[in-house]
């Protein structure tokens, strides 16, 4: 139990396709993080909340829209997304942006776009 | 700017053997440095950070890592390597005030 849930696992959509990612955390952070994952590139952050406010957006496509409702909840709206966005993406969470706390993440879930 | 960099791709070790893991950063202040690890269809998993104090840090699984100073460095060690240990294994650097990058990664592989 890492304490950051994602759902679902597993995602299989086409390009004209809409669906969200959920992350929920149960650890009372208040920073709130989405990370790409793919074999050929390290680590990307995409999106970083802190106390329900977007403070970091790393030039990502308009394709992926993120909403944080509170502390607890991170969601990823995908439209129309492209093959090459096919990776694991990774939620994390942690205390707040910028402490020297360590980010707990999630179990990621695997986007395949066909 | 800050950076991170973790020079090899792979690592292979025999189990038993002591095992080390290289990170070496570059930052403008003090660093905040991370090492995570992550197996196969997991996310990651903090194992232990270095924020100010005893250069020799210990953390999760009996890993350890030794903040120097003057080589930038921040490897990653274990005394004995299990075959359990294999994994994929992240070095992370915060300055002070600024977002937290990871390095690329390195695999380890503990050979029985």
């Known amino acids: 139990e890492t304490g950051v849930t994602q759902t679902p696992r597993h995602l299989v959509m086409g390009m004209t396709n809409k669906k969200s990612l959920k992350c929920e955390q149960h650890?009372?952070?208040?920073?709130m993080y989405w990370y790409k994952q793919s074999a050929k590139k390290p680590l990307e952050l995409m999106f970083v909340?802190?106390?329900?406010?977007?403070?970091e957006n790393n030039s990502v496509p308009s394709r992926f829209s993120p909403e944080c409702p509170n502390s607890s909840h991170l969601f990823l709206h995908l439209h129309t997304l492209q093959p090459e966005d096919s990776a694991l993406y990774l939620c994390a969470s942690s205390q707040e942006e910028g402490s020297n706390q360590p980010q707990h993440f999630g179990d990621g879930t695997r986007l395949s776009i066909l | 700017a800050q950076s991170v960099a973790q020079p090899e791709d792979q690592v292979n070790v025999a189990e038993g053997n002591p095992l080390t893991v290289k990170c070496t950063y570059s930052v403008s202040g003090n660093p905040y440095l991370f090492w995570y690890v992550q197996y196969p269809n997991r996310g990651l998993q903090f194992l232990l950070k270095?924020?100010?104090?005893?250069?020799l840090v210990k953390g999760s699984y009996g890993f350890e890592a030794e903040f120097n100073k003057s080589q930038t460095s921040f490897h990653l060690k274990k005394p004995s390597a299990l075959v359990s240990d294999s994994a994929l294994y992240f070095c992370?650097?915060?300055?002070?005030?600024?977002?937290?990058?990871f390095g690329k990664g390195t695999r380890l592989h503990i050979l029985p």
């Open positions: 270095y924020i100010t104090g005893d250069n």
């Open positions: 650890l009372g952070h208040n920073a």
């Open positions: 992370a650097v915060r300055d002070y005030g600024d977002k937290i990058i």
């Open positions: 909340y802190n106390f329900k406010e977007q403070t």
